[in-house]
């Protein structure tokens, strides 16, 4: 009883702001370091470590709260074990706001029972039927890069993700129908303009409207879509899920499945995009020409384009590479949660209801877990190497414990496949004078759409 009522007091608070003892800076007012965040992410980190500490106080997105930086905190709050750390409030403000009742947004007990129902989504049998679906859309979609004057990678990438979701997801035949278009006008109203809108109103003409609009469709277009996977499930995630049953064999309630699948593809897509941007522009500098071949080499030494899971394990450098593009930019900056209750957290008193920000960039860049830290080196991941076990937390950009991310295999895997395909169609350059820097919003990725030359082999 004691633990119902907490759980049902903490949901109901507003945020403390009772910071002042901690050191730190909360920048503006209302917007507090916002800008910085989105502008100069690297340099705050620093600042705040080296003139406050591993936890310190800050604005940020018209909230106060604190900034946590170092691993030893990262595994206090990942693995929770005094059930301190709240999802749900952490979230409440951004993405909850449109992905509330998914499994990101759930705490505790709710959130283990959640989990469960993406038991048979993320089995190999299953992956590999993923797999054997994003082969082919793949090929497709890179058809013909070589013959386009202005390259700009990161379109070509955004979009194969969205036919991939839309196939793999929700097993759409028709990529380029009225079906496939609706579904990623929601997709961009929430995330284009919701989760980027200042204004918080539902009224026809803001942009907050817009993504609630979007919202509504998707939960509309996916209650109609239950049934008919039920009927006639294939090998697409949404089949999976929709076909999963408790433990009375009863199929799960549509309201508690309708959100899993709205928050897949806003999981799934811009994270994928942004490692996968990501490690492509290194790999298409001139300095890591060398490691391009390499992974070329290795590409060749199958005979097909579309490889198996198996095989697709086997490229370990591939996925090196896109960890290391992931140690410098982690998809998710800062990764939220609010404290439950008063808890200590890095030597401080930390009152309930606190928002934290975790951000991995600063631990993910730093000397003391890793060699020449500033260097594109993704071999420090290797067997003989593995720096990334120097602190159990020191690589977290799959965030860590219950909330870790589900679709990290199958976005290993995804984003394998292209680099395989690609290597082995084209030889990639940046176009000259590109000067390689990273938007932050809505998610990293590299700015200007990252410009290329793909050379066809
Ligand atoms: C490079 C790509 C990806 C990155 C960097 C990434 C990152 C993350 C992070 C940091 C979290 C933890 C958030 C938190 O603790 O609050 C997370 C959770 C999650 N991710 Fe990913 N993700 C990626 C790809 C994917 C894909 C492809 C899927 C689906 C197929 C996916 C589905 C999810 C889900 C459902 C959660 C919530 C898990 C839970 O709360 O139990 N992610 N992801």
Not at 177 to 189: S, V
Not at 278 to 306: K, V
Request: net charge neutral; proline share 5%.
């Amino acid at each position: 009883m004691g633990t119902v009522m907490q759980t049902q007091t903490y949901l109901d608070m507003p945020a403390s702001t009772d910071l002042d003892h901690i050191p730190g800076r909360y920048g503006w007012p209302l917007i507090g370091r916002t800008y910085e965040v989105v502008r100069e992410l690297p340099a705050l980190l620093d600042e705040h470590m080296s003139e406050y500490g591993p936890v310190s106080r800050i604005g940020f997105n018209f909230q106060r709260g604190l900034l946590v930086l170092h691993p030893d905190q990262f595994q206090e709050i990942f693995l929770d074990r005094g059930r301190n750390f709240s999802s749900t409030m952490g979230y409440s403000t951004s993405i909850g706001q449109f992905y509330n009742g998914a499994l990101i947004t759930q705490d505790f007990d709710v959130h283990r029972v959640q989990r469960h129902i993406f038991q048979r989504s993320f089995t190999i049998e299953s992956l590999q039927g993923y797999i054997e679906m994003m082969n082919p859309i793949v090929r497709d979609s890179i058809e013909g890069w070589d013959e386009i004057s202005d390259l700009r990678l990161l379109q070509h990438v955004r979009q194969m993700l969205l036919d991939i979701g839309a196939r793999v997801f929700f097993g759409l035949d028709d990529l380029r129908g009225p079906e496939a278009a609706k579904m990623h006008k929601a997709f961009f109203d929430i995330t284009q303009k919701g989760l980027m809108s200042l204004f918080k109103r539902d009224v026809p003409g803001f942009k907050f409207h817009a993504g609630l609009s979007g919202k509504r469709f998707l939960a509309e277009y996916y209650r109609s879509l239950i049934p008919l996977r039920r009927e006639n499930p294939g090998r697409d995630l949404c089949s999976m899920l929709v076909t999963e049953r408790d433990e009375n064999g009863d199929y799960w309630p549509d309201d508690l499945l309708i959100p899993q699948l709205s928050l897949l593809q806003f999981a799934a897509h811009d994270t994928t995009t942004g490692a996968l941007s990501h490690a492509m522009m290194y790999l298409a500098q001139a300095e890591n020409q060398g490691l391009q071949e390499r992974l070329r080499q290795i590409s060749f030494g199958y005979d097909e384009d579309f490889l198996d899971i198996k095989q697709l394990r086997t490229l370990h450098e591939h996925e090196r590479a896109l960890q290391e593009a992931l140690r410098f930019h982690p998809s998710v900056t800062l990764i939220p949660r609010r404290t439950v209750r008063e808890c200590e957290l890095g030597g401080y008193r930390v009152p309930a209801h606190t928002m934290l920000y975790l951000a991995p960039r600063w631990a993910q860049t730093s000397e003391s877990w890793w060699t020449n830290p500033m260097a594109f080196d993704p071999n420090r991941f290797s067997e003989s190497r593995q720096e990334q076990r120097n602190h159990r937390f020191a690589y977290v950009p799959f965030g860590g414990g219950a909330h870790k991310c589900i679709g990290m295999h199958f976005a290993f895997l995804a984003a394998k496949i292209v680099l395989h395909q690609l290597l082995r169609r084209y030889r990639f350059s940046l176009q000259e004078g590109y000067d390689c820097k990273c938007d932050m919003i809505p998610m990293p990725a590299p700015t200007k759409g990252l410009p290329m030359v793909a050379e066809r082999l």
